[in-house]
């Protein structure tokens, strides 16, 4: 699957600043199953395997390295995906490390960052810095929906000064799981 920044066409793009008053108004004015997706600050990865009750898997697309004089760049495109292959999530991150000590090498490229840094026990910080709500035909083909996708960008910096942008573009199922839990 090939994505590039003209295949995403936007419908409104927000930019996040914490404490900011469009933050607080859009916060206030969201329906919760979408905020909790959206929003939060916590594992996407784990968020979705407390609603589908299944283990999540990923499935690489592409993944390249680069090696600068001091610095390492990592790219990688990933599908999030439940045990019984429900595609769930689009992600794709751009990793800058800064130093070679940092324990990166732990990291299993076959897991999602979120639980790759728990395993590890790296501490990290996370800034979420737009939303987006958009739609992609590549994306409404792979998810087999006409919906509109929500989607974010934010950056997690762990030691020495290295950090991941990421971006994820959630799939409408998600509203799904949240609505099927609600009723038990």
Known sequence: MKFD????HPICVLSLKQNNFIHNKLSNSIKIPLKITVINEGSHTRLIQYLTNQEIKITVL???????QKI?????????????YTTMTFARSLWTIKEKEL???NIKRNLPI???????KIDTKKYINELYYF???????ELRSKKAIWGRKYKLSYEYNSFI????????????????????
């Open 103 to 105: 324990q990166l090498n």
């Open 135 to 141: 739609y992609c035909k590549d994306l409404e083909k």
């Open 62 to 68: 592409q993944q390249n390295e680069k090696n600068f």
């Open 165 to 184: 942008l990421i971006q994820e573009f959630f799939s409408p199922k998600i509203m799904f799981f949240f609505n099927n839990n609600s009723n038990t």
């Open 5 to 8: 920044v003209t295949t995403f």
């Open 72 to 84: 390492q760049r990592r790219i990688r495109y990933v599908w999030l995906e439940t045990s019984i």
């Open 114 to 120: 979120g639980q790759s840094f728990i395993k590890t």
